[in-house]
């Protein structure tokens, strides 16, 4: 078993799915709950800790557990555990979680200060919980890395990079880093060797790294650091002059030598801008200018110097005059229910149609809107323009859909958002079912704040759908806390998912852990068969992207509506299998709340079948079944007899028995730990034969208790008027004898 020591995985977009596992367990067990995580062989330090029972531990502290301590520890096997002068870890119930390359994260634990003692059920709740907190880690590690150099990705560096931005006094620094002269390399050595190249590139770039720095790739050659607690500017340039040594030495691909340098740019927070993609655009704008001088060198982004060679699109006077003259445009993407193949929506998507310049996409004008403002007015036109646009479909007698317009955090938290959006609705007749309103994860930052709006939204009875899910830096706990519709999985994992093994696993996790919490899925970003084949075999709810149509200018969907309304036979794939799959993921979700259910009610319901002439138990679940201290691993592929006395093993297997040859109404009274029970035994036939035999228990604890003081009772006053009729037939006697 592998230890993870150095570059773990941060806790931060899973602090509180880690909470509540850690409530979960602490209520469960009635103790102290924490999250260890591994720093070295001998010493875990604290990262989530939930006080009980009188034992105090601070986040932070390093506790000497060893991962041999996975299972119980007590004070009469082992030394206790010193955690400050007067607290003490007296018991210990800990449980491995795991990584899926079998590297060990950390450990969940249950700790006391006073001696304790756990039955076998209480070690297997543990591992599940931990098994489950393990799913939510490895869901977040290949969501915030990137697949080829194991860096951190883009999503991951807006989160950290928003939460640096949220501390009043934080000061940090942004390089982005672009390898010179790198399609050169790929004709050379070919795409696999560029690949190697860049993992090569990648491990002499981390050297070079400091402790709680970041570094990340955030495209094809592009790499960015982002250095937090920046005491001096010039440690940033010293940094960037080290990254450029590293990369001096030739580097060995296919046997061939390649020399490579770097174009540097740097920029900071928050003189030259408050939010990433603006450090990142001046920062990128300032490694260009390296490059236009000869390259392999460090440039600092300067306002004073630079904003002659700005383009005119990053001047807000541009912005402003573009909204007054009507120069903003939405062209519309369709948008598809992958298991009729039917046209649901469409997505309004805003472009400028510069007069100089042509039609200008939103990436290049959208992050100097949302840092000057002008983002809210932009926001507002769109919004009214899209519901416009869907109602005038509507009153042309076309077939209702859904359109979708994206929302920025900057617009989501103005104030008034809600009645902007509902004044709209009225004005423009358009019924709030077919709107919907696209929002990315960076609007979960203010949590408490985003609930109350996503409230007030939804009461409108507007669709709320999350945009780019995966690549954002957020808690997955907003997913089961806030009025979401769907989730739309980002093009990035899309596009190699058919072939990539990371992107497709990730892929269908989002898609089960969506349907499991009754919400939709679309993917975005499809672009070719294979990726639309597999997401329809995973049950993806619907899709859109280039393989469909292309997003078109109002009057274009307009014209080209009826050829859009359906996609099997426009492209070819009227044959795509579909139906199917959606059976079956219904079916594993009815099997998966009907699994729930049984687990829920009071009693226990299990399946035994015959096997080799022994009678196993093939399924066990229920609350009662943990009430008498066993679990379902106890149970489950095996005989009475190898968790019941040999006594109470034989009596069940008798009834058993009877019921497996036919016999109808077959029931037994037991009882297990004090736990009396009642048990009915009926025969489960497929083709005439019995398969299985179905049992269900009830507890009648009670029942036998008051049967058993009546005939206490009963028996009581048997003796009593026994007694009494003694007596009597005594004074008789005496009577007759005097």
Not at 232 to 252: C, K, N, Q, T
Not at 279 to 302: I, P
Not at 399 to 424: E, H, K
Request: hydrophobic fraction near 40%.
């Amino acid at each position: 078993m592998k230890n993870s020591t150095q570059d773990a995985m941060p806790l931060h977009p899973f602090e509180d799915a880690l909470r509540d596992m850690l409530e979960l367990v602490s209520r469960y067990y009635g103790k102290k709950a924490c999250f260890v995580a591994h720093t070295d062989e001998h010493a875990f330090r604290v990262l989530e800790t939930l006080n009980a029972g009188g034992l105090h531990i601070e986040k932070g502290i390093f506790l000497p557990i060893h991962e041999s301590y996975c299972g119980i520890v007590h004070s009469g096997s082992r030394e206790p555990v010193e955690v400050t002068e007067n607290a003490r870890i007296d018991s210990y119930l800990g449980a491995p979680v795991l990584l899926r390359d079998g590297t060990m994260y950390g450990t969940l634990c249950v700790l006391d200060s006073q001696p304790g003692q756990y039955s076998e059920a209480d070690i297997a709740y543990l591992q599940k919980f931990a098994n489950h907190l393990s799913y939510v880690l490895e869901l977040g590690r290949m969501s915030v890395r990137d697949a080829l150099t194991g860096l951190y990705n883009r999503g991951f560096m807006n989160g950290v990079s928003a939460d640096l931005a949220n501390m009043t006094d934080a000061k940090f620094a942004v390089l982005f880093i672009d390898l010179d002269r790198f399609k050169s390399v790929n004709d050379t050595v070919g795409c696999e060797g560029g690949d190697l190249l860049l993992q090569e590139v990648a491990k002499r770039l981390k050297p070079c790294v400091r402790q709680g720095e970041l570094l990340s790739r955030v495209g094809g050659e592009e790499f960015m650091l982002l250095i937090p607690k920046l005491n001096e500017r010039d440690d940033a340039v010293r940094i960037a002059e080290r990254m450029l040594e590293a990369l001096s030495e030739p580097f060995f691909i296919h046997g061939q030598a390649l020399r490579m340098s770097a174009s540097i740019g740097i920029a900071f927070y928050p003189e030259d801008g408050r939010e990433l993609t603006i450090l990142m655009k001046k920062a990128n704008h300032s490694m260009y200018q390296v490059k236009k001088e000869g390259r392999n060198n460090v440039r600092v982004f300067d306002e004073r110097k630079e904003t002659g060679d700005r383009p005119p699109i990053e001047r807000e006077d541009d912005l402003r005059h573009a909204l007054a003259t009507g120069q903003f445009v939405l062209h519309y993407q369709p948008q598809y229910d992958l298991r009729n193949q039917q046209l649901t929506g469409a997505e309004a998507l805003i472009r400028w149609h510069h007069p100089d310049l042509g039609l200008i996409p939103p990436s290049s004008f959208i992050p100097l809107a949302e840092e000057n403002g002008t983002i809210n007015d932009i926001g507002t036109w769109a919004l009214r323009e899209a519901c416009q646009q869907n109602k005038a479909w509507q009153n042309a007698g076309l077939a209702p859909i859904t359109v979708a317009v994206n929302l920025s955090a900057r617009q989501f938290y103005q104030p008034g958002l809600v009645q902007v959006v509902s004044r709209i609705l009225e004005e423009t007749e358009l019924e709030p079912r077919y709107l919907e309103l696209e929002l990315t994860e960076s609007i979960m930052i203010e949590a408490e704040q985003a609930l109350i709006v996503l409230r007030a939204l939804k009461a409108l009875g507007v669709r709320i759908s999350l945009d780019d899910f995966g690549v954002g830096f957020s808690s997955l706990s907003y997913l089961r806390k806030f009025p979401i519709d769907k989730l739309k999985i980002d093009k990035s994992f899309i596009q190699e998912c058919p072939v990539d093994v990371n992107d497709a696993t990730i892929v269908k996790m989002i898609i089960n852990m969506a349907h499991n919490l009754k919400l939709s899925v679309m993917a975005e970003g499809v672009e070719d068969k294979d990726q639309l084949t597999f997401l329809t075999q995973h049950v993806c709810d619907g899709a859109q992207g280039f393989l469909f149509q292309k997003p078109l200018p109002g009057r274009a969907f307009t014209e080209k509506f009826h050829e859009l309304q359906s996609f099997g036979q426009r492209l070819g794939l009227s044959g795509l299998p579909s139906n199917r799959f959606w059976l079956e993921e219904g079916l594993r979700m009815d099997r998966e709340a009907l699994q729930e259910i049984i687990r829920l009610q009071e009693g226990f319901i299990f399946k035994v079948a015959e096997r080799d002439g022994k009678l196993i138990h093939t399924f066990c679940e229920g609350k009662l079944l943990f009430r008498m201290g066993l679990v379902p691993e106890q149970i489950v592929g095996k005989e009475a007899k190898e968790f019941l006395t040999l006594a109470d093993a034989h009596r069940k297997e008798a009834c058993y028995r009877r019921a497996w040859q036919g016999e109808e109404m077959v029931s037994y009274e037991s009882e297990l730990n004090g736990i009396y029970y009642l048990t009915s035994l009926r025969a489960i036939r497929k083709g005439g034969e019995i398969v299985e035999i179905i049992g269900t228990s009830v507890d009648i604890t009670v029942r036998r208790n008051m049967e058993l003081a009546l005939m206490q009772s009963e028996e009581k006053y048997r003796l009593l008027t026994d007694q009494m009729l003694r007596l009597a037939s005594s004074m008789d006697d005496d009577g007759q004898s005097g």
